[in-house]
Nanobody
Framework: QVQVVESGGGLVQPGGSLRLSCKAPGTTLDYYAVAWFRQVSGKERERVSC????????SYADSVRGRFTISRDIAQNTIYLQMNSLKPEDTAVYYC????????????????????RGQGTQVTVSS
């Protein structure tokens, strides 16, 4: 079983920045497509961004494109989500998900398509 652990959430003012981290101890994340999802209570979970395995093609939701950047640090075996120009509507629980299926190298749209998923980290954007 692959354990996925997110960190880096917190409280930030509008216009501020946060960097989320996703780790999976004992697993080489470079092999897999990894996505960030977010969910606001009472709403559906939304895929924010994804990075495929080599060569690391990235994709973003329209709501975050130009403000968020997903990246892979192979040496640290970590996936980052750099979030800039944060808005109150970015407030949500953010989840990291790893595609452990037979198409492990590709990004998928839906939460259920990712076999390994973290418990989430809260991001609150408020003044």
């Amino acid at each position: 079983q692959v354990q996925v652990v997110e960190s880096g959430g917190g409280l930030v003012q509008p216009g501020g920045s946060l960097r989320l981290s996703c780790k999976a101890p004992g697993t080489t994340l470079d092999y897999y497509a990894v996505a960030w999802f977010r969910q606001v209570s009472g709403k559906e979970r939304e895929r924010v961004s994804c990075i495929s395995s080599h060569p690391g093609k990235t994709s973003y939701a329209d709501s975050v494109r130009g403000r968020f950047t997903i990246s892979r640090d192979i040496a640290q075996n970590t996936i980052y989500l750099q979030m800039n120009s944060l808005k109150p509507e970015d407030t949500a629980v953010y989840y990291c998900a790893v595609n452990g299926g037979s198409d492990y190298f590709e990004c998928r749209e839906e939460w259920y398509q990712y076999e390994y998923r973290g418990q989430g980290t809260q991001v609150t954007v408020s003044s």
